[in-house]
């Protein structure tokens, strides 16, 4: 399992201090400028897969409801991104919010292996109750047989006709019926699918040690948990992160497992559009199998203005540095260079051993010709050698802070950091890669790796 | 196999330079007319007497006919030619090449660039080359900002005492160009004021910066041996030195961003090719490549006119002033200038004609003249990857 959270967070009270209305209390989860549901798809992948580097899942299902593009498939960046095998089927199950826990447990009701990553980003009106309860961010569940974390038990689903949240395709914001009536109709639906479940997986009620309850209906939630009697029901981290819609089944379940003793049977319940509910049994693999846990990462934040919030959603537009935009990746370099620009792979020259970033052909330490191997580079930590500030260049919220990298067991490359301010960079500094996307031309989004200052404990 | 040279086989005898500065009521056309007139006024011929045309320009031109077109030249060949900065140097490099090899008996090379017509800060219309979007986009300020702390730290040299050493070139080159009627900026300026300004790119500020301006300048060459038939101070050319970087310091761990290994290549192979073995005292003065303040920093210990990691006293002790041991950049530099692509490698060569035929006026004359020998050093790039050229002038044969 991986669960990702972005580095922002916008305290909810900012809200009520810069438009004098909405808010709350606590924080939500924000991707930064750089980063949509394909980059932080790609970026719970890699965490799921490092867990399990043996790993080759014969196909990847990427649910989202704001998706980087529409028509051309997001999965395929991912499946890139990711090194995965060109016989991997790669696709999108995207558009409404069920599709994460949908794919989820289709992947479970599947043979062979799957990877499911799902990602949102959520946004609504400035002030509005949906702006402060949602957040961003990622999961992703490796489903398949053998030394698994987390055995499934069985499922259930219930399906109901009703528009309780709603977006049409063009619409920047999602739209919400009085949350009474969900608050009136999820409840009985989350038991019908609760009683078929423990049915399916032939267990008692009391076999149950913990639930996590998702809903964007947050009144439904809470009528839900008190239905189901005595149950432990953990934190769905709507005070800290917000609720990652469509990645929030896969959160919530990343963050249970962690944080399971191995026997312990957990519940997930996901009330959108109907009712979903999937029941594990967490093995003895479970015991430090989390490659950076979700709490670790919802501990690990810093607070983003509520202005610049709003100017990294297009809410409001700030005047650009006056440097030409940058033009668009052409689709024909780009597939030639795939490797490179999504996998972030150099070359090794097989004599020197010097490390070629972006690959060469003619080693730059004796001028061999075509005498390198595939050097993968995105999970290779690097230190801070130099860095400097540019607040001359064109970025969509600058400036940018660009440092010299010094991969561990070398090789350099010169490369944007994200994630961070000028004053928190040091010389030696230990960094790692992250997958982002650098801008948009032409509505083709521009897809590259940025570095970030290790988690504090990571190095 | 071999480098050469073709010392004291081609002579410059006349040169142009327009003003520098945003010339927005003059367009390119404009600015190579006037550039070329100047020139050809100078060795007192006309553009029928020029037998083949090299334009340098990055970004305002695509084709030699951009420059046969606005001159009317009739049936003459002009090249157009593209090294990045170090344009303006190219265009002269390969017209001495093509005299020397008895081609031609007398060539032009031109540079110019329009930047102020772009409407954006700084440098910009650089081709658009298809790419997969992987390249960096930061300005060449921020990639000459990391030689600062680089090095102060190889050399242990405090930050703060070396940023106000850079600040001091700065407000050197600007004391000269404030004497310089040719120049963009011509006010002088304090390092401390310079110090005291908001940074934009690492440490440096915008006075840090070479400015962006319009301009052009333009040179006529011949043969040697025919040089007397123009003018009576023509200077030889006595050695071109030129790399063109692999690109590899980003690549490589061991580089350190304290040095341009590319500059001092290509200065040793001019030295070579004019015989110089002590350019800190053989040579009268240099114009180099100030883009940002750093770099002319830097570009001292790579030229030979300073021990490694003695540059900043040097800085500190005036040996560069207008007055010092070794002269660099009377005109003002880059900075005083601002940086028309395509033409300032000539313009580089321009204050080495005046100055070395002592033709500069009295209020930035170099007191070292005598020497004859001067030092152009243009480069276009940035730390780690760059191409770099070094041409050495002389007023006398042998």
Not at chain 2, 344 to 367: K, V
Request: glycine share 12%; net charge negative; charged share 25%.
């Amino acid at each position: 399992m991986g669960g990702y959270v972005p580095h922002h967070r916008l305290q909810r009270g900012d809200i009520r201090g810069v438009l004098g209305k909405g808010g709350g209390k606590g924080t939500r989860s924000v991707a930064s400028y750089d980063e949509d549901t394909t980059t932080m798809a790609v970026e719970a992948g890699r965490l799921a897969l490092r867990g399990a580097p043996d790993a080759a899942p014969d196909r990847l299902w990427f649910a989202t409801s704001a998706p980087a593009y529409l028509d051309k498939t997001n999965a395929t960046a991912v499946h890139a991104a990711l090194r995965l095998d060109t016989g991997t089927l790669a696709m999108d199950a995207g558009g409404a919010v069920r599709s994460g826990v949908g794919a989820l447990r289709s992947a479970l009701d599947s043979n062979g292996t799957t990877l499911v990553v799902s990602a949102d980003l959520r946004s609504g009106r400035p002030s509005s109750a949906e702006e402060t309860s949602g957040g961003d961010g990622a999961s992703a569940a490796l489903v398949g047989e053998g030394d698994v974390i987390a055995e499934y038990l069985g499922g259930a689903s219930v399906t109901d006709e009703f528009t309780e949240r709603w977006r049409g395709p063009a619409d920047r914001h999602t739209r919400s019926w009085e949350d009474r009536f969900g608050e009136s109709v999820y409840p009985d639906l989350g038991r019908q699918a609760w009683e078929a479940a423990l049915k399916a997986a032939s267990l008692e009620a009391d076999a149950v040690a913990k639930v996590a309850i998702h809903s964007q209906n947050a009144r439904a939630a809470g009528r839900m948990a008190k239905s189901l009697g005595g149950i432990q029901v953990v934190d769905d981290l709507s005070a800290t992160v917000g609720n990652t819609a469509t990645a929030h089944v896969g959160l919530l379940v990343a963050a249970m497992v962690e944080a399971a003793e191995p026997g312990e049977v957990l519940a997930l319940v996901s009330l959108v559009d109907g009712a979903d509910v999937l029941l594990f049994r967490a093995t003895e693999a479970v015991s430090g199998a989390a490659v950076r846990a979700v709490a670790e990462q919802v501990a690990g934040a810093a607070d983003l203005p509520y202005a610049t919030f709003l100017a990294w959603r297009g809410e409001i537009e700030l005047e650009p540095p006056n440097r030409p935009e940058p033009g668009r990746p052409s689709t024909a370099v780009a597939h030639r260079t795939k490797g490179w620009k999504f996998a972030f792979e150099g070359s090794k020259d097989r004599e020197s051993g010097a490390l070629h970033l972006p690959p060469a052909r003619v080693s730059f330490t004796n001028q061999h010709q075509d005498d390198m191997d595939p050097a993968p580079m995105a999970d290779v930590q690097a230190t801070i050698a130099t860095f400097t500030v540019d607040r001359l260049a064109y970025s969509p919220s600058p400036p940018i802070v660009f440092a010299i990298l010094d991969f561990d067991g070398g090789g350099r490359f010169p490369c944007e950091l994200t994630d961070t301010t000028a004053d928190a960079v040091r010389i030696g500094d230990k960094v790692e890669m992250t997958f982002r996307r650098l801008g948009t031309t032409d509505g083709i989004h521009n897809y590259f790796w940025k570095a970030r200052l290790l988690p504090k404990g990571d190095d | 196999m071999g480098s050469h040279g073709i010392k004291d086989q081609v002579a410059i005898i006349g040169m142009g330079c327009t003003r520098f500065g945003e010339r927005w009521d003059t367009g390119t056309d404009d600015m190579l007319i006037e550039a070329s007139n100047e020139a050809y006024e100078s060795a007192g011929i006309t553009p029928d007497d020029v037998d083949a045309y090299w334009l340098g320009t990055a970004m305002s031109g695509t084709s030699g006919m951009d420059l046969a077109g606005p001159l009317k030249l009739v049936d003459k060949p002009v090249s157009l030619v593209q090294n990045f900065c170090a344009t303006g140097s190219e265009a002269l490099r390969q017209a001495c090449y093509a005299v020397a090899a008895g081609a031609y008996d007398v060539a032009m090379a031109i540079g110019v660039e329009k930047v102020k017509d772009g409407g954006y800060q700084g440098l910009s219309g650089a081709a658009k080359i298809p790419t997969d979007g992987t390249g960096r986009t930061l300005t060449a300020a921020a990639m000459f900002s990391m030689v600062l702390p680089a090095y102060a730290k190889r050399y242990g040299v405090d930050q703060d005492e070396l940023r106000m050493v850079v600040a001091k070139i700065a407000e050197k080159n600007h004391y000269n160009g404030a004497r310089n009627e040719r120049a963009q900026f011509r006010r002088e300026t304090s390092a401390e004021s310079i110090c005291a300004m908001p940074a934009v790119a690492g440490q440096l500020s915008v006075f840090d910066c070479a400015g962006v301006a319009d301009g052009s300048a333009a040179a006529i060459v011949c043969r040697a041996e025919d040089a007397r038939n123009y003018t009576d101070k023509p200077l030889y050319v006595k050695g071109l030195g030129f790399v063109a970087g692999t690109k590899s310091g980003n690549l490589d761990p061991a580089y350190d961003y304290t040095t341009f290994p590319e500059a001092a290549r290509a200065a040793a192979d001019a030295y070579a090719q004019a015989g110089i073995t002590d350019p800190r005292s053989q040579l009268a003065m240099a114009e180099v490549h100030d883009c940002f303040t750093p770099t002319e920093l830097v570009l001292m210990e790579d030229l030979g006119f300073a021990e490694r990691g003695m540059a900043w006293k040097e800085v500190l002790a005036g040996t560069f002033d207008l007055g010092g041991d070794l002269p660099v950049n009377p005109d003002g530099g880059l900075k005083s200038f601002g940086h028309p692509v395509g033409a300032s490698g000539l313009r580089m060569h321009f204050e080495n004609w005046l100055q070395l035929r002592g033709e500069a006026p009295d209020e930035r004359r170099i007191t070292t003249a005598d020497r004859g020998l001067g030092l152009v050093h243009n480069l276009g790039g940035y730390p780690g990857e760059m191409l770099s050229f070094v041409s050495i002038l002389g007023t006398e044969l042998g």
